[in-house]
């Protein structure tokens, strides 16, 4: 799944990031049912595999997903034009967690007013629907 097909919402959704040695707590700063970005104090580094638990407020769900580090801000400035962080792709998430994480991002993205294009928006619906029809 090409991560780029869905468009991100920017949401502050709490994250516990878990390697195998060690584990830190992290904030996304936005997400898409393929990735997030999240902000930490200590990035991990670029291609690096972990585990991740994310919890979605105001619900009753956490997302376990596998991820990978596709971009990481381990050396540079940490402000608000770039924030210390990485950029992860979601290896391995359930059918389930992703229809959720589409639907919160739809729900953020109507109650912004947030101009998306029409491709994304479709993607996300598509991606709603789908996961519907297969539960």
Request: proline share 4%; aromatic share 8%.
């Amino acid at each position: 799944m090409d991560y780029r097909n869905f468009a991100r919402a920017n949401v502050k959704w709490p994250v516990l990031i878990s390697t195998d040695d060690s584990s830190r707590d992290g904030v996304t700063l936005n997400v898409s049912p393929s990735g997030a970005y999240i902000r930490c104090g200590n990035p991990l580094r670029l291609n690096e595999v972990f585990d991740m638990t994310i919890d979605v407020p105001n619900s009753e769900w956490f997302i376990e997903a596998t991820a990978e580090v596709v971009f990481s801000n381990i050396y540079g400035p940490d402000d608000k034009i770039s924030p210390r962080g990485m950029g992860v792709r979601f290896l391995s998430i359930t059918s389930k967690d992703r229809q959720i994480i589409a639907k919160e991002v739809l729900q953020h993205l109507q109650a912004d007013k947030v101009e998306i294009e029409q491709w994304k928006l479709q993607s996300l619906q598509t991606l709603i629907i789908d996961e519907s029809e297969t539960n």
